[in-house]
């Protein structure tokens, strides 16, 4: 999954997107592709441990926040309320260490982070290792509501 994304180097293949093969050599090229990945280990991988909700959901779309090469707090503030609405991260709170939630709440901030790039294909590796009954059915709802919003899943 790693290597599909471009965090790892492949040793042999090709990828495809459509009927066109694409390069992917890092997590730049991922993006461009419209390519986000939920790693297996979500706290090493998954989510900067020094910084809250806000920045963890923010940080791989931070164009997006951006006028006059300056990042506007209140877009960033605003697309984090948004998905943790969406997504029912608990607490809500942007300035919430996301090292201090639950696993589930871990991955959901994760998730968030790649809803609000709008790739348009999501790789889940092991997205409900580590977390409890309810929030791994939550977790299954949130990949039916992408599929049904037109995104496609590599599980």
């Not at 997107?17 to 390519?35: F, P, R, T």
């Not at 006028?67 to 942007?94: F, M, R, S, T």
């Not at 996301?98 to 871990?106: E, R």
């Not at 991955?107 to 889940?124: A, C, E, M, N, Y």
Request: one cysteine or more; glycine letters at 8%; proline letters at 4%.
């Amino acid at each position: 999954m790693r290597a599909l994304f471009g965090a790892d180097k492949k040793a042999s293949g090709d990828v495809f997107i459509g009927d066109k093969k694409v390069s992917i050599k890092n997590i730049e090229d991922a993006l461009k592709h419209g390519i986000g990945l939920l790693p297996e280990e979500r706290k090493t991988q998954g989510y900067m441990p020094l910084m809250n909700n806000l920045d963890n959901v923010a940080i791989s779309s931070l164009s997006k926040y951006e006028k006059h090469g300056y990042i506007v707090p209140e877009l960033k503030y605003d697309n984090y309320k948004e998905k943790a609405c969406e997504l029912n991260i608990k607490p809500d709170d942007p300035y919430f260490l996301t090292k201090n939630l639950s696993g589930g709440n871990q991955q959901k901030v994760v998730l968030g982070r790649w809803l609000s790039t709008d790739v348009d294909i999501l790789i889940f590796d092991e997205p409900t290792k580590g977390i409890d009954v309810s929030t791994k059915v939550e977790i299954y709802r949130l990949m039916d509501k992408a599929i049904r919003h037109g995104k496609s899943i590599i599980l």
